[in-house]
């Protein structure tokens, strides 16, 4: 028998993957030579401990190392794989750590699915230099709200990221086999669902035929929204202002299948900036004028956004450009980070570096106003009749519709994890909405 433990750091990707080997790992059949392989919660136990890393920002990296010393103090005979971007990027480094026997480039992850003991090898690769999907899926999840994986990867070269030196270029899961997933992950009681990717941007181009995005939530859709419409939902993951198009509109307008949530990958709100980030292909007005209009298909939604200060060359202007954008958007929560230099990426050796105080001045400053309209979105939802909220564990914790977290007493019903339950929201307090159920 090989016990097991997964430690997973950063994206909703990565948390996929995980998630599609631990699955992978837990069916090896011993009739086939391997022996029974079981996962366990408590690293100290395990024989094996899958680490899937992140590069995304130095503290990413910085916390995957004291990690990896951590579980090999506390348990020195482990065996600890290390797989992900910063296996990636800074692989030989890591292959030095205490414990550490194996480091799997995310070129390479998908042979992690052999076994744990299996050599790795790279499953992502075609005739020529096409890549291909990995054949990473799921039936089964670790949480209440399973992420289904459909791109990977990046080909538009953001001049801080260096997603696209982890993960290559893009490359989209066919339609069917995101279909079959989702219909899987139906049949095994999931309610709601996340639809992710490292670009979303970039999904169909490389399939036959082409098609973008927002055919594929139109699909969906049309496959499943007559039997689940008002009993099960799909989320959507990161977008950018350059989707938010007069297609998605009539998509989500003929939706009753898609949370009215949306999170968009804004970075910054001055054209300046944008162009020396690289993105410079779309505005962020953009996503301004698309919410003007949204409105009219969804009276009430939630907004997310990524919103990244201190880029290189960044003026006091210029980030007050960024702090009026965010002012007209009705967002309902934001992730906001202070600049971080990346080894590998253009904007690490661009002049005119931000003061490192001055990225994180400018963070909290944003923080707060984010922080601000989040408070008045959850007052706001306070008075609404009805939210269908989704049940995350047995001790209340739920989510509704509009990605705000809510509250019901255990003691109010029996609670069934992964259930939607139309609720009253009563009170609010410590940033959670309370509800009862109807």
């Known amino acids: 028998m090989i016990l097991f433990h997964t430690a997973t750091f950063g994206c909703k990707i990565n948390q996929y993957e995980t998630r599609s080997i631990a699955e992978t790992w837990r069916e090896l059949a011993p009739?086939?030579?391997?022996?029974?392989?079981?996962?366990?919660?408590?690293?100290?136990?395990?024989?094996?401990?899958?680490?899937?890393?992140?590069?995304?920002?130095?503290?990413?990296?910085?916390?995957?190392?004291q990690s990896v010393r951590r579980f090999h103090r506390d348990n020195p005979d482990a065996r600890i794989i290390i797989t992900g971007c910063a296996a990636q990027v800074v692989g030989d480094e890591l292959a030095k750590l205490p414990g550490v026997v194996r480091v799997v480039g995310q070129a390479d992850k998908a042979g992690l699915l052999a076994g744990p003991d299996a050599e790795s090898r790279s499953i992502q690769k075609s005739s020529g230099s096409v890549p291909v999907f990995a054949p990473f899926h799921i039936s089964e999840y670790h949480r209440a709200r399973p992420v289904v994986k459909i791109q990977d990867g990046c080909s538009h070269r953001c001049t801080f990221c260096i997603v696209p030196l982890a993960r290559g270029r893009s490359v989209s899961r066919p339609v069917a086999e995101i279909e079959a997933e989702v219909a899987r992950l139906l049949d095994a009681g999931f309610r709601e669902m996340i639809l992710s990717g490292v670009n979303l941007r970039h999904f169909g181009r490389d399939l036959k035929p082409v098609q973008e995005f927002w055919d594929l939530v139109a699909h969906l859709e049309s496959a499943f929204a007559d039997q689940w419409a008002g009993r099960a939902r799909f989320r959507i993951s990161s977008l950018e202002p350059g989707q938010l198009d007069d297609h998605a509109l009539s998509v989500l307008a003929h939706s009753?299948?898609?949370?009215?949530?949306?999170?968009?990958?804004?970075?910054?709100?001055?054209?300046q900036v944008l162009k020396?980030?690289?993105?410079?292909?779309?505005?962020?007005?953009?996503?301004?004028?698309?919410?003007?209009?949204?409105?009219?298909?969804?009276?009430?939604?939630?907004?997310?956004?990524d919103l990244l200060?201190?880029?290189?060359?960044?003026?006091?202007?210029?980030?007050?450009?960024?702090?009026?954008?965010?002012?007209?958007?009705?967002?309902?929560?934001?992730?906001?980070?202070?600049?971080?230099?990346r080894p590998g990426t253009p904007a690490a050796e661009m002049k005119d570096q931000v003061d490192v105080a001055v990225r994180k001045s400018?963070?909290?400053?944003?923080?707060?106003?984010?922080?601000?309209?989040?408070?008045?979105?959850?007052?706001?939802?306070?008075?609404?009749p009805e939210l269908l909220v989704l049940v995350q564990d047995e001790q209340g914790k739920g989510l509704c519709e509009f990605y705000a977290p809510c509250f019901i007493d255990p003691a109010s019903m029996p609670l069934r994890p992964r259930s939607l339950v139309q609720c009253k929201p009563v009170t609010l307090r410590s940033g959670v909405l309370h509800c009862v159920p109807l």
């Open 31 to 65: 009739e086939g030579g391997y022996p029974e392989v079981v996962e366990v919660d408590d690293p100290s136990r395990a024989d094996v401990i899958l680490v899937n890393s992140c590069a995304v920002t130095a503290n990413a990296v910085s916390d995957l190392r």
């Open 256 to 271: 009753r299948i898609v949370c009215p949530q949306l999170h968009i990958s804004l970075q910054s709100g001055d054209p």
């Open 276 to 305: 020396r980030m690289g993105r410079g292909h779309y505005r962020a007005e953009q996503a301004v004028e698309f919410c003007d209009k949204l409105r009219e298909i969804w009276p009430e939604f939630g907004l997310g956004a």
């Open 309 to 341: 200060v201190g880029f290189p060359g960044e003026t006091d202007k210029q980030f007050e450009n960024t702090m009026a954008i965010c002012d007209q958007l009705p967002l309902t929560y934001g992730h906001v980070f202070p600049y971080s230099q």
């Open 362 to 384: 400018r963070a909290a400053r944003l923080r707060t106003l984010v922080n601000k309209k989040k408070k008045s979105f959850l007052e706001h939802l306070g008075t609404l």
